[in-house]
């Protein structure tokens, strides 16, 4: 095993900081201190995190998303019990007898009701309530709840982050903290390297919601080339080795119709001649990230998609090996460092 310290204490740093789409600030803040090390950076008004430095050549942005999945207070019913909807791509399966902490006027603890096995309907015992049956006790009556509560607080799912066996780790939101990390990582080691190049960060909200933030950033940018780092599926049981890729084996280069096919093939070929371990990703249309934002923003962007394998994805307790987001910023590096060197 090797030591990954530094990459597993950001990782772990950002996890912790709270930010569901829409009111991403306090990551946001926290990804802000973290990118400042290397450039100066600003918010635009979306609340994604920019970063700028000047320099010569080609102008590549990097992206990765701040926000996370959540859950939204739509109602206070009768009894105290929060009503919700979900704040991005929230997974309903996982949530009976989740418990969360609720972002009112001060944070609160919740556990998202279930009934039972006792008291279910044969029928429903094996399904998934769907959203509107479902309620957030917070252990308060209703007046009592108002006082913290507000409708439209923001709601996140609790986890711990754990350091499992080998570079693995499990944790909320790690998507897309690990694409956040990644470029970090990616910008430490460029300074070991003699580059100078135009590059714009962007640290993108509302991905989980639809892409806005990487819309307008990039549109505000008017970057030649994109280089946006999401997750994507690894491998679990049950499910078809075509659509996921394993742990620990590499970041996934995108080949995709929204991609950059050019640029696909120049990480693919950077990566065999330094070694660097990847695994391919195709697919047949859009990619589902905010490459097909970047893509189409202001004169058109050629992009690529990299992304970090990530087990158990928008759940409290996703798992992703630490050596693939070191190898994600490994081949960024090495690309920037490439496409500097042809305009020295």
């Given amino acids: 095993m090797n030591n990954y310290a530094g990459i597993s204490a950001m990782l772990e740093a950002l996890c912790s900081a709270k930010g569901v789409s829409g009111a991403e600030n306090t990551a946001a803040q926290t990804a802000s201190e973290m990118l400042g090390r290397f450039m100066t950076v600003g918010t635009d008004a979306l609340g994604s995190v920019i970063g700028r430095k000047e320099g010569k050549g080609p102008h590549i942005l990097l992206d990765a998303h701040i926000d996370q999945i959540g859950l939204v207070v739509t109602a206070i019913d009768e009894d105290g019990f929060l009503k919700f909807s979900k704040c991005g791509g929230a997974d309903r399966r996982v949530l009976s007898a989740a418990e969360v902490t609720v972002h009112g006027k001060k944070d609160v603890f919740g556990v998202v009701t279930s009934t039972p096995p006792h008291l279910a309907k044969p029928e429903d015992a094996a ?154 990703e195709v697919m047949g249309g859009k990619t589902g990230t905010n490459c097909d934002e970047i893509q189409v923003s202001g004169k058109g962007v050629r992009t690529a998609l990299l992304s970090v394998p990530l087990r158990n994805m928008h759940t409290a307790c996703e798992v992703c090996d630490l050596e693939d987001i070191e190898n994600t910023a490994k081949l960024m590096a090495e690309y920037i460092a490439e496409r500097s060197a042809e305009n020295a």
């Fill in 127 to 280: 399904k998934a309530l769907p959203f509107e049956e479902m309620a957030i006790d917070i252990g308060l009556p209703k007046e009592e709840a108002e006082k913290i509560v507000s409708l439209g607080d923001r709601v996140t799912f609790n986890g711990n982050y754990l350091q499992l066996l080998g570079n693995r780790i499990s944790s909320p939101s790690v998507d897309d903290r690990a694409g956040i990390v990644s470029i970090l990582r990616c910008l430490e080691i460029l300074e070991e390297k003699e580059v100078d190049c135009n590059l714009t960060v962007m640290f993108s909200a509302q991905e989980e919601t639809g892409g806005s933030g990487a819309q307008a950033a990039s549109f505000a940018a008017q970057a030649d080339e994109a280089i946006a780092v999401d997750v994507s599926f690894a491998s679990a049981p049950s499910v078809s080795s075509e659509k996921y890729a394993a742990l620990g084996k590499g970041t996934m280069i995108g080949i995709a119709p929204a991609l950059d096919y050019k640029i696909s093939k120049t990480l693919e070929a950077i990566a065999e001649r330094e070694s660097i371990p990847y695994q391919l």
